[in-house]
């Protein structure tokens, strides 16, 4: 079982549906007007994914002009849109199926423009009904430590804990019904120059959108090993992962990497 499938069907168990949210539109925001080069160290190639796998399992992105994710198409006939201010700043994240709108998340930012909160809705017949938000809780380094979940009665539904390695990979999230644990390689991350990509691995869209740094190797189930799951890597020249190697449940899969070069000279 997929390890995101496990965390939001539990999320979706704990939303009660109640009022009608009309704040986030497809595609009110816009794509970023400011342009951020990413930070490179001397020789570095900067490359980002556009394709990984194939068939049920592909997913097809697309970027913005800031190098955040714009769009991601999935094999199996759902998507992902998502919408900034003009700042490039994150506005919303959007997921369709068969191009027909689900749900949508819209976020809040702070003064410092972080995400603190993000305000969940899905589609019923023509209009966006809330299902609860969640809160985001940073440390010191701007790190997300912690989420917690609320529904509509601003009753929180579960406080989780989120532990970093001195990287910065995500090695741990805890919550009062699931502990996961996760390792990574020291390779350059599938989405090492995105902006943003941490929000998809907060959404559970995806277990390799965790690869902003470097690539998760292993992820473990405390509660449920038999959800446990294997990566390994075979690298191009420049440290990327070009084909990945899974193993879930004694069944193997793989799954080859196309880049785009992104320019930064």
């Not at 805890?174 to 998809?200: C, E, H, P, Q």
Request: aromatic letters at 12%.
């Amino acid at each position: 079982m997929n390890v995101m499938k496990i965390y939001k069907d539990w999320i979706l168990g704990l939303s009660i549906v109640l009022f009608c949210f009309t704040g986030c539109k497809k595609g009110e925001a816009g794509s970023p007007e400011q342009v951020i080069p990413p930070v490179v160290e001397a020789g570095t190639k900067v490359m980002v994914p556009v394709q990984i796998g194939t068939g049920k399992s592909k997913m097809v992105i697309s970027y913005t002009n800031g190098l955040a994710f714009s769009k991601i198409e999935f094999g199996d006939g759902r998507s992902i849109e998502m919408t900034y201010t003009k700042i490039g700043k994150p506005s919303g994240l959007q997921s369709f199926k068969d191009d027909k709108l689900v749900s949508a998340t819209d976020y809040v930012l702070d003064e410092k423009g972080r995400v603190t909160e993000g305000i969940m809705a899905v589609m019923k017949g023509d209009r966006y009904v809330l299902t609860g938000r969640y809160e985001l809780r940073y440390n010191s380094a701007d790190q997300v430590v912690g989420t917690d979940y609320i529904d509509l009665n601003d009753q929180q539904l579960d406080r989780q804990e989120k532990r970093y390695d001195t990287a910065g990979n995500l090695i741990s999230e805890k919550g009062s019904m699931f502990n996961f644990t996760y390792n990574y390689d020291l390779k350059n991350g599938l989405f090492k120059y995105v902006n943003y990509a941490w929000i998809l691995a907060i959404e559970k869209e995806n277990i390799f959108f965790l690869s902003w740094i470097n690539n998760v190797k292993s992820f473990t189930n405390v509660l449920n090993p038999q959800d446990d799951q294997l990566f390994s890597y075979v690298y191009n020249a420049y440290g990327y992962p070009e084909v990945i190697h899974t193993t879930e449940n004694g069944s193997k899969s793989t799954a080859k990497v196309i880049y785009k070069e992104i320019r930064t000279d």
